[in-house]
């Protein structure tokens, strides 16, 4: 095509000529330009949009979904929890309930419990039923405890009329010796205290006087009796008393006849025991010649009752 040929083009329907292909070109350039703008701003456009596969979701609204979770499985388990719980607190009532009423019922058995007697000729054959009372005289196996204290010996004989004439010489210097016998001997005991050291003043006066006598350990032994609670409780009464006599070194009269007059009234092991205290009691003794006394009148009693045991 040669440069200087005219060129025609149709615009709008009207022929118009180009004398310049370089027009044409130009024309062409700028319609180019002009599409390429209108296709990068369509992109810039869109870039601006979301698209449908690139929306970035919110994360706080992605959190909001897990309490909802949790709270549907919560639901879900609900009624049986609540019927668990139910079960367990019925039950415990029930229980208590039931446990109540076998106790009530247990004790109202055992408060008046009867038996039935058996028949004799005079009632043609017919029972009677009767309270079981226990007698109140009932007695049991107790333990007595053993009881000690430190004794001045003044000698061990063989024959009760040797210790006897021995005594003499320590009723001549103020005392008043007894004679307890143990074991098929007899011991001639003059004093008691609650160790050697309380002793030491008489064994000194006694040394000086030419009558030999030594300190030494006593002991009445644990022995087991048949007693009543009442004749066991007046016994334990009775050695604590001892105790504290021995203790303080004096017999107080009002506080022994309080002990005796706690006594159980009719019992035979005590029957003849309280009256030889109280004479002891009333007597014109030291304190130390009565509480040994009374000592020895306990151990007869112990022994007399084993004997009846065995």
């Known amino acids: 095509m040669s440069a200087k040929k005219q060129v025609v083009v149709r615009i709008d329907g009207k022929d118009r000529k180009s004398n310049s292909i370089k027009k044409i070109h130009s024309g062409v350039d700028k319609i180019e330009r002009t599409a390429s703008e209108e296709v990068a701003a369509a992109e810039e456009s869109g870039a601006n949009k979301l698209h449908t596969f690139s929306r970035d979701y919110d994360t706080t609204f992605m959190l909001s979904k897990t ?27 029930m ?3 039931m446990l109540k009423i076998i106790v009530n019922f247990d004790n109202d058995l055992n408060a008046s419990p009867a038996f039935l007697v058996p028949t004799d000729e005079n009632n043609n054959g017919q029972g009677e039923e009767k309270t079981e009372n226990p007698p109140t005289n009932s007695t049991t196996l107790h333990t007595i405890d053993s009881m000690s204290a430190f004794v001045l010996q003044g000698g061990v004989f063989s024959t009760v009329e040797n210790a006897e004439a021995e005594s003499v010489k320590f009723v001549e210097q103020g005392y008043a010796p007894i004679i307890w016998e143990k074991e098929g001997q007899f011991y001639l005991l003059v004093n008691l205290g609650m160790s050697k050291e309380d002793l030491q003043d008489d064994t000194n006066a006694l040394m000086n006087s030419g009558i030999e006598v030594y300190a030494k350990e006593w002991q009445v032994s644990e022995m087991e009796m048949e007693l009543t609670k009442e004749e066991y409780d007046w016994l334990l009464a009775f050695q604590d008393q001892w105790n504290i006599s021995l203790g303080t070194g004096m017999v107080e009269a009002r506080e022994w006849q309080a002990l005796m007059d706690q ?8 029957a003849s025991f309280i009256p030889s205290i109280g004479e002891y009691i009333t007597a014109e003794k030291d304190s130390d010649g009565i509480l040994l006394a009374i000592w020895q009148e306990y ?12």
Request: charged share 10%; glycine share 4%.
């Open 299 to 310: 151990n007869f009693l112990l022994h007399v009752n084993q004997m009846n045991l065995d």
């Open 67 to 93: 309490p909802t979770k949790k709270q549907s499985n919560f639901a879900m388990f609900k009624p049986i929890i609540i019927a668990i719980i139910s079960a367990i607190t019925i039950g415990s009532i």
């Open 95 to 97: 229980g208590f309930v």
């Open 263 to 270: 006594a159980p009234e009719q019992s035979e092991i005590l």
